[in-house]
């Protein structure tokens, strides 16, 4: 009733829409003058609303975020689809796993669809492969310590495993989100809990080298940007990291609890979710609200999830040793402590995992990039009205783009899927993609201000070579092209040295132009950087020619 008695009137819109467009009902402060707020709104959208009856509105995200605020507007809400029955899965502990419907786990079928296989590594503390609601789910797996992979003490694994892929529909126990997922296994957890960073690398190439397609990693060390000697970078997990990334495996990782942090709550994610191309997962509470712990960052918090009260399978073994007259065993209402309330963003980080199954089957052909951007743009915006308080409209510290919608998602990637971009992980030098060709090349790419804002390819250029390059990028981004000279082993703004600049663009907008004649022979670097807020599809093309062969080039 309360969004009731803050509106006049829905507003409707007689323009097509383009086809990447969401529709959203906007509704209208009690008293404000309904005609006026149309008329700001067409100032803002360039779009003609009616005057009379309901309004829907047919915007692009950044359009309708832009709409809320125009006097006058009460609220915009994005309308989902026409409502329709939606498949419910018959395991009889669905009831407690009330986040299945807050991220819309099966709203996209009315049976979920028969899909192929997608391998999902979870390198955590092992899994209980005895479990009923596991066994049919396990591929294979591997230990890196002392102990065996299909045994697990400590119970981490076989939670985390059992939020992705317990058995669908089988009317036992609980149902994982992510249906089409099997299961490789890496124990990289040793007995007292703590985990080496050789186990992790290694685990990482081998779930590469068996065919993973998504990597869960619900650990992480604390980040303490400015203090060495606290931060927990490992060049070594770093370096597993970028090859999976580079062999086109999605990885995710939990942003961090801030009860391993210096204060409660912390503003850095964590590694690994705060490497480049890894999806960070933060949570969010049952009533909306982003819990104490979970940890805040500005970039590299991609996506929430639910991390509270989180329901899932245990270790039989650990379960009867711990309350053994306890019904359900094998669950975590049987489990000791830190198991019965399931909170955490490392039960955050499982729920994106298994959705990215689910993306994987339906669109067994898309790239990682793809199907984490597919994650990330349909997620619902936390703000006040959903019960976050201090998150702010669109993409925010506590929550990056929003709340997980896997029918968001599946229906983005059915409808109208993210561009994929073919050269990454090109994000600095030693990872440079080379181009050839005395004439040049056109490249289409994508850059992406929040998780891609460098790319940089390699073009070798001999003395008093007359090089030309013209950068068209995403429309709304503000783009920088620069050209760095041979020798050059870092690009950031504030590793660099500058002396290595041969020549830089940096035009307001998104089109930009170097055009110079370089001096000495090498391998050159060519970089697209996002400085501002924008992602999309770039244009790059260059010339190489002696300056009399050039006078017509890319006029």
């Known amino acids: 009733m309360r969004r009731l008695a803050l509106a006049a009137f829905l507003l409707a819109l007689a323009v097509p829409a383009p086809a990447s467009a969401a529709r959203f009902a906007v509704g209208v402060k009690t008293g404000a003058d309904s005609r006026a707020v149309a008329k700001r709104i067409e100032a803002r959208t360039g779009l003609y609303v009616s005057r009379f009856g309901p309004i829907a509105l047919s915007l692009q995200a950044p359009d309708a975020r832009a709409v809320r605020a125009v006097p006058g507007v009460a609220w915009v809400e994005r309308i989902r689809a026409s409502r329709r029955p ?24 009315l049976q979920p669809p028969s899909v192929t296989p997608v391998r999902v590594a979870v390198l955590d503390s092992g899994i209980d492969s005895s479990h009923p609601e596991l066994q049919k789910q396990i591929a294979f ?55 080496s960073p050789d186990a992790e690398a290694n685990a990482i190439r081998w779930a590469v080298e068996n065919g993973a397609r998504v990597i869960n990693m619900s650990f992480g060390g604390v980040r303490v940007p400015g203090d060495p000697a606290s931060d927990t970078f490992s060049p070594l997990e770093a370096a597993a990291v970028r090859y999976a990334v580079h062999k086109g495996v999605l990885v995710v990782a939990a942003v961090g609890n801030s009860d391993n942090a210096p204060t409660e709550p912390w503003g850095y994610a964590g590694y690994p979710a705060a490497l480049p191309h890894v999806l960070g997962v933060s949570a969010i509470a049952r009533d909306g609200s982003v819990p104490i712990f979970s940890n805040r960052d500005r970039r590299y918090n991609d996506i929430a999830a ?23 065993q094998g669950y975590s209402d049987c489990g000791p402590p830190e198991f019965r309330r399931g909170e955490g963003t490392s039960f955050a980080a499982p729920l994106v995992v298994g ?3 689910v993306l994987f089957g339906v669109a067994p052909w898309a790239q990682a990039d793809q199907v984490a ?19 702010t409209i669109g993409r925010d510290a506590l929550t990056g783009w929003g709340l997980l919608d896997v029918e968001g998602a599946v229906q983005k990637m059915n409808d109208s899927p993210p561009e994929a971009d073919e050269y990454e992980v090109n994000d600095d030098p030693s990872l440079a993609e080379s181009l050839w060709g005395r004439k ?48 050059t082993t ?41 400085s501002s807020g924008g992602a999309g599809r770039y244009s790059l093309r260059y010339r190489k020619r002696a300056p009399q062969e050039l006078r017509a080039a890319l006029r």
């Open 86 to 109: 939606t498949f419910t899965p018959n395991d009889p502990f669905l009831v407690r796993q009330w986040y299945l419907n807050r991220i819309n786990a099966f709203n996209a079928w």
């Open 141 to 195: 797996g591997r230990s890196f310590v002392s102990s065996p992979w299909d045994t697990d003490t400590n119970g981490h694994g076989t939670f985390v495993a059992g939020e992705i892929a317990a058995t669908l529909n089988n009317a036992v126990g609980i149902a994982g989100v992510g249906f089409p997922a099997q299961l490789l296994v890496a124990k990289i957890v040793r007995s007292d809990g703590t985990i």
């Open 306 to 328: 639910p991390g509270e009260d989180v329901f899932s399978t245990l270790p039989k073994a650990l379960t009867q040793s711990t309350k053994p007259g306890c019904v359900p």
């Open 355 to 357: 959705a990215a199954a």
């Open 373 to 391: 951007n597919a994650l990330t743009r349909t997620a619902v915006d936390a703000d006040p009205d959903t019960g976050c308080a201090r998150c």
């Open 440 to 487: 040049g090349q056109r490249i289409h790419a994508t850059i992406d201000y929040w998780d891609d804002r460098v790319d940089v390819y390699k073009v070798k250029l001999r003395p008093k070579q007359l090089f030309v390059a013209r950068l068209r990028g995403p429309a709304g981004a503000n783009t920088n092209l620069f050209l760095w000279k041979p020798g």
């Open 490 to 530: 870092r690009i950031g703004a504030r590793s660099a040295d500058r002396r290595l600049l041969a020549g830089q663009s940096k035009s307001p907008g998104s089109v930009e132009r170097i055009r110079l004649t370089v001096q000495e022979r090498g391998w050159y670097y060519l970089v697209v950087r996002a």
